[in-house]
């Protein structure tokens, strides 16, 4: 059974770069046909999908963040990871990685880790 | 894109049914058949109750269904349990492809 779990800072200044890792467990990343995904939540707010990428690199952004956002991968490692740069408070949220199946569904989910933006 | 419209929320007695609705435009939800809900528990993450409009993962209850008339899709509730209070959200592919989705605001559902 897949499982994810996000690491990473919990607090980052403005203006940095936001990092964080999603341990995948439980299966191979390089199995084809999913998605590694990162979607994000705002304080008490809706979903927001930030993108995603494929094991072989490919990535596919929300067109609203692609200038800051980058997602990659580490097969050697079964992780993928998010940048997203030149943050703000309104990036503040609360981040989960999460797996898109073939069949057009995000599942597992991790956990998801607060990052809160803030001097 | 602009998220998917959900009502803000709904509440139902105990064995009664609900319905929530989730509206997109054209290229959201009318376009695709791959609407998704999620329910969140607080402070937990989502989890997929519904996927392809009307498919029910193995695990989830059959009280859960889903249906799609235009570009509405919407998730109903029968015999509505205590456990079943949580936010829903609808989710859909976007801008005419499947790289890209989108995400309803959000409903949550009160247990009265």
């Known amino acids: 059974q897949v499982q994810l779990q996000e690491s990473g800072p919990g607090l980052v200044k403005p203006s940095q770069t936001l990092s964080l890792t999603c341990n995948v467990s439980?299966?191979?990343?390089?199995?084809?046909?999913?998605?590694w995904t990162w979607i994000r939540q705002h304080p008490g707010k809706g979903l927001e999908w930030l993108g995603y990428?494929?094991?072989?690199?490919?990535?596919y952004y929300n067109p609203s963040l692609k200038s800051r956002v980058t997602i990659s991968v580490d097969t050697s490692k079964n992780q993928f990871s998010l940048r997203l740069s030149s943050v703000t408070a309104a990036d503040t949220a609360v981040y989960y990685c999460?797996?898109?199946?073939?069949?057009?569904?995000?599942?597992?989910w991790g956990q998801g880790t607060l990052v809160t933006v803030s001097s | 894109q602009s998220a998917l419209t959900q009502p803000a929320s709904v509440s139902g007695s105990p064995g009664q049914s609900i319905t929530i609705s989730c509206s997109g435009i054209?290229?959201?939800?009318?376009?695709?058949?791959?609407v998704s809900w999620y329910q969140q528990h607080p402070g937990k993450a989502p989890k997929v109750v519904i996927y392809?409009?009307?498919k029910r993962p193995s695990g989830v209850s059959n009280r859960f269904s889903g249906s799609m008339s235009g570009n509405t899709a919407s998730l109903t509730i029968s015999g509505l349990q205590a456990e079943d209070e949580a936010e829903y959200f609808c989710?859909?592919?976007?801008?005419?492809?499947?790289?890209?989705?989108?995400f309803g605001g959000g409903t949550k559902l009160t247990v009265l």
């Open positions: 999460a797996r898109r199946l073939v069949n057009n569904l995000f599942d597992p």
């Open positions: 439980g299966g191979s990343l390089r199995s084809g046909g999913y998605y």
């Open positions: 990428i494929y094991y072989t690199g490919n990535t």
């Open positions: 054209n290229s959201d939800v009318g376009s695709y058949n791959f």
């Open positions: 392809e409009v009307s």
């Open positions: 989710c859909s592919n976007a801008g005419g492809s499947t790289t890209y989705w989108v």
